[in-house]
């Protein structure tokens, strides 16, 4: 799954909604349509490969909680909203 450079409009207005840093630039990554374990690998394969200033937007059907424990261990501040059919969890270096 290729990142989308591109956030949208409703990207900005939920990455607004944690503490996530403003105007930090931000990578998207859509893997709702991917089975476990690959929504984990492929979240943490793009973190490494990311700047330290740069917030992932993850979109997910359900909440990762395996990822969770993984971001804590590296580092990562994290927050997810919940939308009607998406759960949305921004990542960000502390």
Known sequence: MTPNHQPTAQTAALVSETDAPDHAPTEC????????????????????????????????DRAPQHLYPKLEDRGYDFESVETEDTTVTVIWRR
Do not use: R
């Open 29 to 60: 990554l859509n893997v709702q349509s991917l089975g476990p374990p690959k929504p984990l690998k492929q979240t943490l394969e793009l973190l490494a490969d990311l700047d330290d200033d740069t917030v992932l937007v993850q979109f997910n």
